[in-house]
Structure formats: structure tokens, C-alpha cells
């Protein structure tokens, strides 16, 4: 579900939850599906930035400021997630939930102000990118392990 200021993904996954965790907390991992890092850590208070293409339109430089704001190993991951150029300043969390053979996984990023132009591009590039793009690679990356 969907609100002004946060989107939810939920999706089951048929891997065990120690699998998922593995693709969220292992560095080299998290950079092959999602976006390369210059020194992610699991573990609260680290800084890292991801870097990836720009996005003129939204203003967005391609880099993304990081802090890992909670963790719980193989059960919950929380960073902020806030991007030079853009007054993007919002919060990512992953959920882990066993369900059955499989996985529950739970995203959430939450924090937009749509009423900033910016930020509601963002937001609507966001939204379709991690249920679309995003997700597959992580797919494709349990897949391979």
C-alpha cells in the first residue's frame, strides 16, 4: 500500500531467510544487485555511499548517502538513504519474515515530501524501480548463489 510519503513492497520469495539476509549484508552481495558502494557494513552507524547513473530530471547526482540506522540480522535492516543534489532525505527498510519454506521480505522507504517536485519524481522512479528493476537483480542474485 501506498502513501504520501511512503511506499511498501511485500513479496515471498522461496529462499530461507538466512539466504535473503546473505544478499542484504554481505557488501559484495548488496553491490552486484543493488549499486556499488564505497564500504557498507552491517552494523549500526556505518556510512557509506551507493553510487549509480545520475538522473537529470529529478536532480539526483547518482550518489546516495548512507548511515545503517538499525539491524537485526536476518530479520531487519534500516539506513537512511538521502542523495546530494536533492533535499531527499528518507529512510529504507528491509524485513525478513519466515513464511513456510520461503520468505517474506518487506520494504519500505518512507520519508517523501511530495510536495516537492523533486522529491514526487523521485519517489514515482523509486517506487516502479525497486518493484521492477531492483527486485529482479536481487532475484537473479539468490538465484545464483
Known amino acids: 500500500m501506498t502513501t504520501l510519503t511512503t511506499f511498501e513492497f511485500d513479496e515471498f ?3 530461507p531467510p538466512a539466504k535473503l539476509w546473505r544478499v542484504l549484508s554481505e557488501p559484495d552481495l548488496l ?5 556499488p558502494h564505497d564500504g557498507y557494513a552491517p552494523v549500526v552507524g556505518t556510512r557509506f555511499e551507493f553510487r549509480t547513473e545520475p538522473v537529470p530530471q ?5 550518489v546516495v548517502q548512507c548511515e545503517v540506522l538499525e539491524v537485526d540480522p536476518g530479520r531487519l535492516l534500516r539506513i537512511s538513504w538521502s542523495s546530494e543534489g536533492t ?3 528518507t529512510v529504507v527498510t528491509w524485513r525478513l519474515v519466515a513464511e513456510g519454506t520461503g520468505t517474506r521480505l518487506l520494504l519500505t522507504q518512507e520519508g517523501f515530501d511530495l510536495d516537492d517536485p ?4 523521485a519517489f514515482q522512479i523509486m517506487n516502479g524501480g525497486w518493484r521492477s528493476r531492483v527486485f529482479s537483480r536481487m532475484v537473479a542474485a539468490l538465484e545464483a548463489m
Open 13 to 15: 520469495l522461496p529462499h
Open 31 to 35: 553491490a552486484g544487485w543493488l549499486m
Open 58 to 62: 529529478t536532480s539526483f547526482s547518482g
Open 87 to 89: 533535499a531527499l532525505d
Open 118 to 121: 523533486d522529491q514526487s519524481r
